[in-house]
Nanobody, 124 residues
Framework: QVQLVESGGGLVQAGGSLRLSCAAS????????MSWFRQAPGKEREFAAL????????YYADSVKGRFTISRDNAENTAYLQMNSLKPEDTAVYYC?????????????????WGQGTQVTVSS
């Protein structure tokens, strides 16, 4: 049974930082591209960042580029999202997602496995 479990969310002031983790089990982690998506209240889920299975390629949404960094540790079956210079508009539930293979896409229907999400709230 595949599980993705996010952690690290919380309440932070604008300008602050958080590091999200996504612990994976039940899959060959090093064969999966990993992405982070987010969903703000009343809005559709949107792509934030992705990383290739071998960690050589990353891609970011324009809204987070330069502030967020995605990484992974294949030995620990964990993906991370380091979020710096947080803004109130970053407030959302953050989800990690996994897609088998090295074809990288920001389209959420392409992802097979999803975590339950972790809340990030940025106060002004």
């Amino acid at each position: 049974q595949v599980q993705l479990v996010e952690s690290g969310g919380g309440l932070v002031q604008a300008g602050g930082s958080l590091r999200l983790s996504c612990a994976a089990s039940g899959l060959t982690f090093g064969s999966y591209a990993m992405s982070w998506f987010r969903q703000a209240p009343g809005k559709e889920r949107e792509f934030a960042a992705l990383i290739s299975p071998n960690a050589r390629t990353t891609y970011y949404a324009d809204s987070v580029k330069g502030r967020f960094t995605i990484s992974r540790d294949n030995a620990e079956n964990t993906a991370y999202l380091q979020m710096n210079s947080l803004k109130p508009e970053d407030t959302a539930v953050y989800y990690c997602a996994a897609r088998w293979g090295s074809i990288l896409t920001p389209q959420n229907p392409a992802y097979t496995y999803w975590g339950q999400g972790t809340q990030v709230t940025v106060s002004s």
